[in-house]
């Protein structure tokens, strides 16, 4: 749930974060930030706030004196999570008042450019857009990123701690995957174990069964999984801290699978190795696919292998850095992501191993650490 968290991360880190996002935001021309709730507010405030209709809104200028706009009754809660700590100034507004018009006469003089948080409803978007008809607006993430994807020691740590809860999932799935059940009886007893084990919110459960295997984004549905065919479980929640996490494993229940899947998913977990491997500062993004696609292509399957090797993990399940062909951003210590190839044959079945690993000052470390081998579950 949203709403006061003493999960913060201390308020010296946290005024760090807000002198650097305006530091950078300088640098990018830009003449203010305006932060809606969502990830960006929490990771520059420490302020986890509900995302209603009501304006909230951080004001933080390049230079002047940065706010927190919120709505009245919603001031205790802004309070509570040390906002006045951070050195903002808490200014509420009441319900007949026109918050955007208030941000507004907030905004030191001469202000022409303000970059919004990507994620801000585009109702409060065109509403900032009338009420302040002189001001260009910008997507702050390009700016919000350069932050957020260089994850410090505290944040690492936090990645850790939800890469080992999901890890602690993956290592019970044998006892709800048998043939027999559903996907969404398995999915369910797996929602409830990812709440037990360590996090207080679940993003997603993907138990993909035969020729649901070879569909990505599939999530669960009531086919009932059969003896011998792969089943691949991708899930991840969201821990306290506000940290999520991000694995894919692929099992086969109850008994052998074919030849067939047995040799590509060699050759996956071949490329997911190396890929990993081939990790450290100064690598591009792009090159870290190219080292997983080179082996599934060169055995064959370059056509099945239908998605990106990886995105960034850290407040959000899906960041920067993305790891995909055409992203040519060096891989510095702390920035974190995916590494999951896939193969995939339509409408028969497929195969995924996904791990989460971050940069560090000279190689790699893998936050899960689950066998990665194809697990035959006793069904
Ligand atoms: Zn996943
Ligand atoms: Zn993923």
Known sequence: MSGVTSFSPPATDLIDRLARARAVAASAGVDVLLVSPGPDLRYLTGYDAKPLERLTCLVLPVEGSPALVVPALERTAAEAAGADALGLEIVPWQETDDAYALVGTLLPGGVRQAALDNHMWAEKVLAFRAALPSVEQTLAGEILRELRMRKTTA?????GEAGAAIDRVHARIGEWLRPGRTEREVGRDIYDAILAEGHVQVDFVIVGSGPNSASPHHEVSDRVIQRGEPVVVDIGGTTEAGYCSDETRTYVVGGEPDDEIRRYYDVLQRAQAAATAHVRPGVTAESVDAVA????????????????????????????????????LPLEPGMAFSIEPGIYFEGRHGARIEDIVVVTEDGVESLNVRPRDLVVVDG
């Open 293 to 328: 696609r080179q082996i599934i292509s060169d055995a064959g399957y370059g056509e099945a292998f239908i998605h990106r090797t990886g995105h960034g993990i850290g407040m959000e399940s899906h960041e920067d850095p993305y790891i995909v062909t055409g992203n040519t």
């Open 155 to 159: 944040e690492v740590e936090a990645l």
